[in-house]
């Protein structure tokens, strides 16, 4: 580990959300008020790949994606596991409950910008218990794209002008992987 690695953090500004850390010569954000960031790559028992699309203020787009979100983040349940807040995340967003969920490991999201983890999520055996559509400050769109399809969706969607996120591409190689795996 180089000299900078060692480097004690210094906070610049905390807000609600975040918290800018300054850390030697560098200025990277932390989320302040979480465990741990989940990522969940679901596929239907009929090979549909489940995807949501909704508005992110910071890009000005609309944005495809996965469903996502925090662990940790909710009063009370400061010590919830992974595996929890991804089968809640998974609800809330979609719809769906998963019979299986299998944890994939975990990445940074951004290295340059952000500590920030995720941790990835195989999420099968899905029955779909509810309308979705994320919480009261959410307004998600569930997409149920047949895998053989989801190349020719997934740019339509950026024809119409949506935005794809990295996460997109990680979770269609686990998916492929797991289909290759169960032919």
Sequence with gaps: ??????????????????RLVQRGRWEFVQRVNT???????????????ILVEQYRPPVDA????????????????????????AARELLEETGYQAGQLVALGSTVSSAGLT??????????DLQKVGAGGGDESEKITVHAIPYAEI?????????????????IYAGLYFITKHLQKNV
């Design 151 to 167: 190349e020719d969706w997934l740019e339509s969607a950026r024809q119409r002008g949506c935005l794809l996120d990295a996460r």
């Design 115 to 124: 500590d920030e983890a995720v941790d990835f999520f195989l999420a099968l």
């Design 1 to 18: 580990m180089s000299e900078e690695g060692q480097e004690t953090d210094r906070t610049i500004i905390e807000r609600r959300f975040i």
């Design 62 to 85: 609309t944005v495809i994606e996965f469903p996502a979100g925090l662990a940790g983040d909710i009063v009370g349940q400061e010590e919830e596991l992974l595996e929890t807040a």
């Design 35 to 49: 465990s741990g960031v989940v990522c969940l790559f679901p596929l239907t028992v009929d090979q549909r790949v």
